[in-house]
Structures are given as C-alpha cells and as structure tokens.
DNA sequence: TCATCCCTGTGG
DNA sequence: CCACAGGGATGA
C-alpha cells in the first residue's frame, strides 16, 4: 500500500488534513501546511509519513483503507490528506483505524518480518505461549496478522496451539523461511481481498492473494495438501484456521 | 496471559 | 437475530 501511495505523496506538498471524524482530534495544530512529504514508508502495520519536524502516524486496524484519489470516494471517510494532484482518503467504516501527529514515531514493536531472522530461535526459546499468539504479538516480530499467521503455520506444518519454546531446529527452520517466504507472495499478490468491501490497494485493486490461502476462511473445506478438512479455532480471541494432519 | 471493549457492516 | 470480522489497548 505506501508502495503504491509512494509516487503520489513523496516529494509533494501536503495542503490540508481534513478530519470528519471526531475521534480522530486535531490533526494540523503542530503543522505549517503546506508541508512538503520528505517520504512515507511503513514499520510493522504503521504507516507513516514523513512531515520533516513531524510524522503523521496512521494505523487501518481490522477496516480501514488508504486511496488515492482525485475526488471522494465511496464509503466512510475518516480523513483527507489532500495534495495538489489528488488526495489520500482513510476510509474505515468501523472507525477502528487512528491518525496522529508526532515529533517522533514510537511504538513497542519487535524488528521487521522481512529483515534478518537470525534472532528468531533465541526469542521462541523464550517464551511459552502459543506460537499463533507469538508470530501475532507486535512486540515479538512487528507487522504480521491473522490471516498471514494462519498461513505462516500452515506452510511450517505447524499446530497454532505449539508452544513457542517447543520448535525443533528444524521446525524453526521451516518458520524461518515460511515468514518472508508468505509476506513476500502475498505483497506480490497485492494482500488478501477475502471480499467486496474489503482491503484494496490505493487505487482500488483487489489482492489476489485469497486464492492462495491454504487454511485462512476454508473451515471445513478440504486441505490442498491431504484433503483433510481444515479446522476452525479460536485462539486469544481471534479465528484460527489450521489442517489437523498438515499440521502437528 | 486472558477476556473485553472499541466500532460498524455483513453473512448465515 | 446472532456470530463474526484483516487489530490492539486495557484492566482483571
């Protein structure tokens, strides 16, 4: 998504944020707009541009999403940032997503997914909590979710409910690969559109990486590995999908 | 480490 | 109608 944000924003001259929803507060109070965007980029699912003396700090939750736009789209906008040429509108209908301006962007995150994992072995051992919590819990590892934790497991071949600490040198080895190996198709797909309505890129695309998902959303339809039916859980609270047989 | 809550929309 | 939804902060 900044990716796809990138061309319109990076270099350009930020005119106005216009907040139609309360929640969200004042946004421009701290700012001098025009501000030019010196970049954006993105740390875990933190969004962030980069405002020189300033960062606007925007996170989509379970609903939201960033377009581009010359003029408003459909759905509820939250927030405009608008620019010369067009303008990013955070539509979010469950108004879970926040926007902030800050001096400097903190936030308790664990190091990237696509970076260097050799830290990876070291942390599990430490720790006993199911390993779909963990790959899920920001602080460990920063930016991966639900769905791509689910198929993460599924291409390790291990259980969700796997403590942690539990991993053989192999398995974690498997993990190792999986993590980058799942982000980066999914990235290539352009993310997980499960339906209408539901996560697009910047200018509407659909991510096709839904028809890849190996157990995500198939409760009850057959593995594509063994034909076993996949399995529904639920684990701190959120869905867990898994193959029984796939995975031990 | 957990359930709960924040919100609204959709699908069964 | 109720269950559930891609996330995360909070308080027990």
Same mark, same amino acid.
């Given at each position: 998504?900044?990716?796809?944000?990138?061309?319109?924003?990076?270099?350009?001259?930020?005119?106005?944020?216009?907040?139609?929803?309360?929640?969200? %507060?004042?946004?421009?109070? @701290?700012?001098? +707009?025009?501000?030019?965007?010196? &970049?954006?980029? =993105? $740390?875990?699912?933190?969004?962030?541009?980069?405002?020189?003396?300033?960062?606007?700090?925007?996170?989509?939750?379970?609903?939201?999403?960033?377009?581009?736009?010359?003029?408003?789209?459909?759905?509820?906008?939250?927030?405009?940032?608008?620019?010369?040429?067009?303008?990013?509108?955070?539509?979010?209908?469950?108004?879970?997503?926040?926007?902030?301006?800050?001096?400097?962007?903190?936030?308790?995150?664990?190091?990237?997914?696509?970076?260097?994992?050799?830290?990876?072995?070291?942390?599990?051992?430490?720790?006993?909590?199911?390993?779909?919590?963990?790959?899920?819990?920001?602080?460990?590892?920063?930016?991966? %979710?639900?769905?791509?934790? @689910?198929?993460? +497991?599924?291409?390790?071949?291990? &259980?969700?409910? =796997? $403590?942690?600490?539990?991993?053989?040198?192999?398995?974690?080895?498997?993990?190792?690969?999986?993590?980058?190996?799942?982000?980066?198709?999914?990235?290539?797909?352009?993310?997980?559109?499960?339906?209408?309505?539901?996560?697009?890129?910047?200018?509407?695309?659909?991510?096709?990486?839904?028809?890849?998902?190996?157990?995500?959303?198939?409760?009850?339809?057959?593995?594509?590995?063994?034909?076993?039916?996949?399995?529904?859980?639920?684990?701190?609270?959120?869905?867990?999908?898994?193959?029984?047989?796939?995975?031990?």
């Amino acid at each position: 998504m900044v990716r796809g944000l990138r061309p319109h924003v990076e270099g350009e001259g930020l005119r106005a944020i216009e907040v139609y929803d309360p929640k969200l %507060g004042d946004l421009d109070g @701290a700012l001098h +707009l025009p501000v030019p965007v010196k &970049a954006i980029s =993105r $740390r875990g699912k933190y969004v962030l541009f980069d405002l020189g003396v300033r960062t606007l700090v925007l996170h989509l939750r379970m609903s939201g999403r960033l377009v581009w736009a010359k003029r408003k789209p459909g759905g509820r906008v939250r927030l405009v940032l608008r620019f010369p040429e067009g303008g990013v509108y955070f539509v979010d209908p469950r108004r879970l997503g926040t926007a902030e301006v800050v001096s400097e962007f903190t936030a308790d995150l664990g190091p990237e997914p696509l970076g260097d994992l050799a830290w990876l072995p070291a942390a599990l051992q430490q720790s006993r909590t199911p390993l779909k919590l963990w790959l899920m819990d920001q602080r460990k590892i920063a930016g991966i %979710g639900n769905i791509y934790a @689910a198929e993460i +497991l599924f291409r390790s071949g291990i &259980a969700p409910v =796997r $403590r942690a600490d539990s991993l053989t040198r192999g398995e974690v080895r498997k993990l190792q690969k999986a993590i980058p190996a799942v982000l980066e198709e999914a990235i290539a797909c352009c993310g997980t559109t499960l339906t209408d309505g539901q996560y697009r890129g910047p200018q509407g695309e659909i991510g096709v990486f839904a028809c890849e998902l190996a157990v995500y959303g198939r409760d009850g339809e057959p593995c594509r590995q063994c034909g076993t039916p996949i399995r529904r859980t639920v684990l701190g609270g959120r869905g867990t999908f898994f193959c029984p047989r796939c995975q031990r």
